[in-house]
């Protein structure tokens, strides 16, 4: 019976040292029912936890609301301060300790992220639920937020490409909430959002159910749960907002926003691309950046060599929301050469699309392999990549590996992906913004950004 009892006690004890293994993500649930993604890092060096939120946001699609909202509010309700503690003490609290806490807005997400080294859990984590669960608002700080975002914004309106990709949106996505969110295009917007506006957004947005969270470092499964439910505990039990389909429109055509005044030439060419939940966004990185890189990539060849010209060109994808996303090749160019470079970019693509020459393919993606896995190492972007892969239905799992996943990446798999899924170049659309009228010949030809819905 002696031995029975000491065995007994020996298996408790093995199984309470037990720990998930260092790197590898696991599904987990707090003691208060809110499940989790869990990678932790059990390595020498290491001592951050970064702790990663995303709420479901529904107003970006709602035509009564005001846009600016949720961008002012994200600013806002991490850096106002506590009942206790003024907004530069806070900061100072954060960067003494090492800390980092910021909220960001997407169409369909407010992400917030915590990170910090594990001897200031405590600390950090209780300054950061208060924050989120009664946000000060108060108004001399929202004021100051609103004119440095105001600034900012009106810099940003009046740059020639901003206003080149602003046409772009509105050809794709159509007037409505989700492009003013974007685009943000009435700035008197911002100028008229109000702490009723704010406390609105917070009470709808900053609720306990229906969040997606991941949790990354030198932490262990039950104090991770622990820190969690002390982060949502004091926020309202609301059920999350629900997101609308969004209607795009990609018919291929040729607009040219003719600004006067402008002293540069943009132009974009712009294709749809599946929505990174179907899968393949890690094959399409490896084809755009290889279509793209410096030195001796075929846009680099094209524009240096057939246009003889030392401006540059990229290209790459973004997403408008979770449901549409775009690749671009886009640059400035010499305002008489715009039609020929529009039509050599689209020459250039069509002849990569085709995958005929992809010499050189391997040394790339070991390269590009080798960079995605240092990145994935910050626990920081770890967290926020298993985040990421969770929102869109995937694997978080993938996240540790995704480097070993880049690079068993084939050149098969990147001439397919081109093929099947990457739009012809008959069905890109095509945008500049220049101060020539006529640069573009067969273009729809307009002066203001609304136009762009008269154009066929």
């Known amino acids: 019976m002696k031995e029975i009892l000491i065995c007994a006690a020996l298996i408790l004890t093995l199984a309470s040292c037990e720990k998930d293994a260092s790197r590898k993500v696991v599904t987990a649930e707090t003691p208060d029912g809110h499940p989790f993604y869990f990678m932790p890092v059990h390595e020498n060096g290491v001592t951050d936890i970064t702790i990663t939120v995303a709420w479901p946001m529904g107003w970006a699609y709602d035509a009564k609301s005001n846009p600016a909202v949720p961008y002012i509010a994200a600013e806002a309700i991490l850096s106002g301060g506590t009942e206790e503690l003024e907004p530069k003490d806070v900061l100072e609290l954060f960067n003494d300790k090492n800390s980092f806490g910021h909220l960001d807005v997407t169409a369909n997400h407010a992400i917030g ?57 509105l050809a794709i996505l159509g007037e409505g909430p989700l492009n003013d969110f974007l685009t943000l295009s009435n700035l008197e917007a911002i100028e008229n959002v109000t702490v009723d506006d704010l406390r609105q957004w917070h009470s709808e947005t900053i609720v306990r159910d229906g969040v997606t969270i991941a949790v990354t470092g030198a932490i262990n499964r039950k104090d991770a749960g622990k820190a969690v439910d002390q982060l949502l505990s004091d926020l309202p039990k609301v059920k999350a907002p629900t997101v609308p389909d969004t209607q795009s429109d990609f018919t291929p055509k040729t607009i040219l926003l003719h600004l006067p005044e402008a002293e540069k030439t943009t132009l974009g060419l712009l294709g749809q691309l599946p929505p990174t939940s179907e899968g393949g966004e890690l094959t399409d990185l490896l084809a755009i950046q290889f279509f793209s890189r410096p030195g001796n990539g075929p846009l680099f060849d094209a524009v240096r060599t057939e246009l003889r010209a030392s401006y540059a060109f990229q290209a790459g994808y973004t997403n ?78 993938d996240a540790p590996r995704l480097g070993k996943l880049l690079e068993t990446t084939t050149q098969k798999d990147v001439q397919e992906r081109l093929a099947s899924v990457f739009p012809q170049g008959g069905n890109l659309i095509v945008v500049a913004a220049s101060p020539d009228a006529n640069a573009l010949p067969g273009a729809c030809v307009i002066t203001k950004i609304e136009q762009v819905r008269q154009c066929p």
């Open 320 to 397: 408008y929301d979770r449901a549409t996303r775009i690749m671009f090749i886009s640059g400035e160019v010499e305002t008489a050469k715009l039609a020929q470079t529009s039509d050599l970019m689209r020459a250039t693509y069509v002849t990569y699309r085709s995958g005929s020459d992809l010499s050189g393919l391997q040394d790339f993606r070991r390269q590009l392999a080798n960079g995605a896995a240092q990145n994935a190492r910050y626990v920081n972007v770890a967290a926020r990549t298993i985040l990421e892969l969770a929102l869109d239905g995937r694997n978080p799992g």
């Open 113 to 169: 992220e915590l990170s910090f080294p594990k001897e200031h859990i405590e600390d950090v984590i209780s300054i950061a639920s208060e924050m989120l669960a009664s946000p000060q608002f108060d108004q001399a700080w929202i004021n100051r937020i609103k004119q440095g975002f105001l600034e900012s914004q009106a810099q940003l309106h009046a740059k020639t490409a901003n206003k080149m990709w602003a046409v772009a949106r």
